[in-house]
């Protein structure tokens, strides 16, 4: 499976951005199968979850997104959603999804990254 993130930019402190992550050379029904996440790397720092969702869907969130953040997915357009809300700079990173049919807390496919960026 390939994964395509956007929707990264350039958003002042409070505001919001929703990023999309959509999956190609994958069938409906292996999708619908897969577990789905995105993930961040701010600069200096190691890459952390920040919110999954499961095949079965079940949600987990990175204890620091505290309600600001909803992870959704739509499985027959093959594509999971990151809705940010009340933006800190500290969220400032690169996003990445992440995708896989097991535990994509230690395996899976990496999409490539989409950077956000929230000003002060």
């Known amino acids: 499976v390939q994964l395509q993130a956007s929707g990264g930019g350039l958003v002042q402190a409070g505001g919001s951005l929703r990023l999309s992550c959509a999956a190609s050379?994958?069938?409906?029904?292996?999708?619908?199968?897969?577990?789905m996440g995105w993930y961040r790397q701010a600069p200096g720092k190691q890459r952390e979850l920040v919110a999954v969702?499961?095949?079965?869907?079940?949600?987990e969130y990175g204890d620091f997104v505290k309600g600001r953040f909803t992870i959704s997915r739509d499985n027959a357009k093959k594509t999971i959603y990151l809705q940010m809300n009340s933006l800190k700079p500290e969220d400032t990173a690169v996003y990445y999804c992440?995708?896989?049919?097991?535990?994509?807390?230690?395996?899976?496919?990496w999409g490539q990254g989409t950077l956000v960026t929230v000003s002060s």
């Open positions: 992440k995708g896989g049919l097991g535990d994509i807390t230690r395996f899976g496919s």
């Open positions: 050379r994958s069938i409906l029904s292996v999708f619908s199968a897969m577990n």
């Open positions: 969702t499961n095949a079965g869907g079940r949600i």
